[in-house]
Every structure is written in C-alpha cells, then in structure tokens.
C-alpha cells in the first residue's frame, strides 16, 4: 500500500479566513513533505518533516504554518493567505530521509484564494 | 543552486510510437533521480535510478541514468493514449541541510493521439 491521503480536495478561502490542510500516510514513513504546485509548473518543496521535525524550510512565508503531531500526519495551517497562493498542494511521504528518497505523493488539495 | 532540465517540453505522437524523454542536471551532491508521472493531480512514481548503465524496465517504460555526462532518458515504446501526462524528472540531494529534498524539472508533456 503506497497511500497518501489528503484533505480536503478543494478549497476555497478569503484573505482573511483561517483554514488548513490534512495530509496522512499509514506506511509507516517517517518522512513527510509539503509542495506546492502551480498550473504547468514542477512541484516545489515547501517544508520537510524527519522523524516529526522540521528539518527543512524552504523561506515559505509565515501565512503558512505546517504541523506534525505523530508519524502519521501532516498539517498545513493558512491564515491571510494571498490569491497568488492559489495553487495546489501535494502532500509527499517517503521512508525516512536519510533511507530513501523515494517519495510518494497524495492527491493533492486544490486552493483557491479569493 | 541544483538544476535539472527536461526536454523536450512538450511532445505529441501517434499510438503505437516509440518516444524518449530527456533529463539533464547539476547537482552539488547527487543521490539519486527519480522519474513521476502525472496526470490529472498527484506525481505517480516510475523509477528511482543511482547507478550509471543500469536499465530500469516496467512494461513498456524503460529508464537508464550516465552520471559521468549528467543525464537520464526515459523510453517509453508502444505508446497508448493513457501514456497521456507529464513526466517529471527529479534529483534527490544528498548534502547538508538539502538532504533528501527532491529538485524537479520542468516537465514533458506527452501527448499520445489515437
């Protein structure tokens, strides 16, 4: 089983709303990660959990707030976000960091920014 | 600053063509490259490669990796109309603070016509 699953599909939010994303993975990986992609464009890495720690911040700005409680899960919590973040987000999970880096992605949620 | 390069971007063919996609990359410290593809959302996973020379096969898709030129090619042989994606070549860092993070290209558009 090489599931990632992610919540909600879509979304739709104002500037000033406060919502967030659930990303969660039962393979036992203890690696998880947060991209963001825009229309034609690759993903980009956004942030990297090893092991429930923050072990990389690409410089995403502070509207974006991501949260591990337990190897499981994968929050993304936004607040006062902007249109331009309108895109979709992947969810990413992969052993550990330092075993593999093959990463297997969820389904996404697709954002909207009004 | 890591780099990988795809070409061509955009490629369209009839059922039943061969087509070879292009990966090219500069990479402080290479780990590994790592072939998706993508339709309508998430990045599917094909092929992880670490080793010169060594051919990756499943199914019709093949995929082999030359770390002395710095480059990968993924075949795909006796296209369907469901090969229809984006294929994303990606490099997986092993250095540093960037251990584990996945640098994608572009993309390639497929286009596989009945």
């Known amino acids: 089983d090489t599931e990632v699953t992610q919540t909600p599909k879509h979304l739709v939010m104002g500037m000033t709303n406060k919502k967030s994303l659930k990303c969660e993975q039962h393979m036992g990986h203890r690696a998880m990660y947060w991209y963001k992609q825009k229309a034609k464009k690759p993903p980009e890495l956004m942030f990297v959990?090893?092991?429930?720690?923050?072990?990389i911040n690409e410089s995403v700005p502070s509207r974006f707030s991501p949260e591990c409680p337990n190897s499981s899960l994968l929050n993304l919590h936004l607040h006062a976000l902007q249109p331009e973040d309108s895109a979709l987000y992947l969810c990413?999970?992969?052993?550990?960091?330092?075993?593999?880096?093959?990463?297997?992605f969820g389904p996404g949620t697709r954002l909207l920014v009004l | 600053e890591d780099k990988v390069v795809q070409s061509p971007l955009s490629l369209v063919v009839h059922e039943g063509d061969t087509v070879t996609l292009n990966c090219s990359y500069e990479?402080?410290?290479?780990?590994?490259l790592l072939w998706y593809k993508q339709e309508k959302k998430a990045p599917t996973f094909l092929f992880m490669l670490t080793s010169s020379g060594i051919e990756k096969k499943s199914g019709r898709l093949s995929s082999i990796l030359d770390k002395k030129e710095l480059f990968s090619i993924l075949n795909i042989t006796a296209t369907q109309t469901g090969d229809s994606a984006v294929y994303l070549c990606a490099v997986a860092n092993a250095g540093g603070t960037s251990y584990g993070k996945l640098t994608f290209g572009q993309g390639t558009i497929l286009t596989v016509h009945p």
């Open positions: 990413a999970s992969s052993q550990a960091v330092a075993v593999s880096e093959t990463q297997y």
């Open positions: 959990y090893s092991y429930e720690k923050l072990s």
């Open positions: 990479v402080t410290n290479f780990r590994s």
